[in-house]
């Protein structure tokens, strides 16, 4: 084994026995809980050994990145999921390639997906990204869709949203996604912040039964993540390192 090879075996299996821990702890299968490993700003070479390791989903933030790395991968049994924000003008790119994008929060985006899954001949799941620092109640981004630096929709605006994504042709509503936010009520209380998000699927799949997924929890906080219920966690550091530069 190459000494990379190495050093990804022993992070993915520390991360394994977390995720196995905390699904003990809180009475689930382990089963139930997918590792996404987000491989922004790392080399396809390293998506190819975590491939040969076992994993099957794999994540990325950037069109740029992503682009060439998912075509160098194209050979590999992955699902390739996007996590980043996307500006419409490179949905295109991002249909090729992307099984599931997990970054929508504005009808535009929506509307972009559709026309260019259509045209991909593809399905795309779709995860509705939510702002837990858009709270009606907070100051500063409340008020539904109003987006900040790292992307989302309000609480209010998921259900509009749900409903345009169901709506739409060539994807599908898989759930939610959030990132603990760094401000409002929720900051530094990643646990409060997945509960709430929790409760904001349940109220979806009224609605939308077959959006199941829940993607919450980083390599900081993926106990949390699992303990509210997460059916996806989305893991960088603590697999591949700390990144060389910002992602
Ligand atoms: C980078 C990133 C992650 C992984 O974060 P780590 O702290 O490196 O585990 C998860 N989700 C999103 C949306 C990201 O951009």
Same mark, same amino acid.
């Given at each position: 084994?190459?000494? !990379? #090879?190495?050093?990804?075996?022993?992070?993915?299996?520390?991360?394994?026995?977390r995720?196995?821990?905390?699904?003990?702890?809180?009475?689930?299968?382990?089963?139930?809980?997918?590792?996404?490993?987000?491989?922004? /700003?790392?080399? &396809?070479?390293?998506? +190819?050994?975590?491939?040969?390791?076992?994993?099957? @989903?794999?994540?990325?933030? +950037?069109?740029? %990145?992503?682009a060439p790395?998912?075509? &160098?991968?194209?050979?590999l049994?992955?699902t390739? @999921?996007?996590?980043?924000?996307?500006?419409?003008?490179?949905?295109?790119?991002?249909?090729?390639?992307?099984?599931?994008?997990?970054?929508?929060?504005? $009808?535009?985006?929506?509307?972009?997906?559709?026309?260019?899954?259509v #045209?991909?001949? #593809?399905?795309?799941?779709?995860?509705?990204?939510? &702002?837990? %620092?858009?709270?009606?109640g %907070?100051?500063?981004?409340?008020g539904?869709?109003?987006?900040?630096? #790292?992307?989302? $929709?309000?609480?209010?605006? $998921?259900? &509009?949203? *749900?409903? *345009?994504?169901?709506?739409?042709?060539?994807?599908?509503?898989?759930?939610?996604? /959030?990132?603990?936010?760094?401000?409002?009520?929720?900051?530094?209380?990643? +646990?409060?912040?997945? %509960?709430?998000?929790?409760?904001?699927?349940?109220?979806? !799949? *009224?609605? @939308?039964?077959?959006?199941?997924?829940?993607?919450?929890?980083?390599?900081?906080?993926?106990?949390?993540?699992?303990?509210?219920?997460?059916? @996806?966690?989305? $893991?960088? /550091?603590?697999?591949?390192?700390?990144?060389? !530069?910002?992602?």
């Amino acid at each position: 084994m190459t000494d !990379r #090879r190495t050093e990804l075996a022993e992070n993915l299996a520390r991360v394994e026995d977390r995720i196995s821990a905390a699904c003990a702890k809180a009475g689930r299968n382990r089963d139930d809980v997918t590792l996404i490993v987000v491989t922004k /700003t790392y080399p &396809a070479s390293d998506v +190819r050994i975590l491939s040969e390791l076992g994993i099957r @989903h794999v994540a990325e933030n +950037r069109d740029q %990145d992503a682009a060439p790395k998912a075509a &160098a991968c194209s050979d590999l049994p992955l699902t390739w @999921h996007f996590v980043g924000q996307l500006q419409t003008n490179k949905v295109r790119s991002v249909a090729s390639y992307a099984d599931i994008v997990q970054s929508v929060d504005r $009808v535009k985006l929506v509307t972009a997906l559709s026309k260019e899954a259509v #045209r991909a001949g #593809r399905e795309l799941d779709c995860l509705i990204q939510v &702002a837990l %620092d858009a709270e009606s109640g %907070d100051a500063g981004r409340a008020g539904g869709s109003q987006r900040g630096d #790292r992307g989302g $929709v309000g609480p209010d605006g $998921v259900a &509009a949203l *749900a409903d *345009a994504v169901a709506a739409a042709e060539g994807l599908r509503l898989g759930g939610l996604m /959030t990132v603990a936010p760094l401000a409002g009520q929720y900051a530094g209380r990643p +646990r409060a912040a997945f %509960d709430r998000l929790a409760e904001i699927a349940s109220g979806l !799949r *009224a609605g @939308h039964p077959a959006a199941k997924m829940v993607s919450a929890g980083m390599s900081s906080d993926l106990e949390d993540a699992v303990a509210a219920g997460a059916t @996806h966690v989305r $893991v960088g /550091t603590a697999v591949l390192g700390v990144r060389p !530069r910002l992602g």
